[in-house]
């Protein structure tokens, strides 16, 4: 099934579920755009957690859409050597 116009282009800034981490819904920065593949990359980690998903992947939210989506979250925030804050959305997973 091909996704012509997905509209997603490198640069743009996204929330992402983490494929390792599921709890966990970060901002991310779109790096690279291949048909409907999209390499993502998690603002504040390093490279080596960068993750290639679907452009209709239930995993991918607009910015802000978290918060509109989802009804339980906890911000926790950190610092990266003296760089900018990253802000990570913890979904809360009641088991």
Known sequence: MDCPNHGFKVG???EAVDLME???ICVATVKR????LLS???DGW???YDQWV???SPDIYPVGGVRATLRAL???????????SVYMFV????K
């Open 33 to 36: 755009v291949v048909h409907r």
């Open 22 to 24: 599921p709890r966990l």
């Open 12 to 14: 743009m800034k996204l």
């Open 46 to 48: 390093d490279n080596e």
């Open 74 to 84: 906890e911000f926790s925030s950190s610092v990266d050597g003296g760089g900018p």
């Open 91 to 94: 979904l809360l997973v009641d």
């Open 54 to 56: 679907d452009c209709e």
């Open 40 to 42: 993502i990359h998690f």
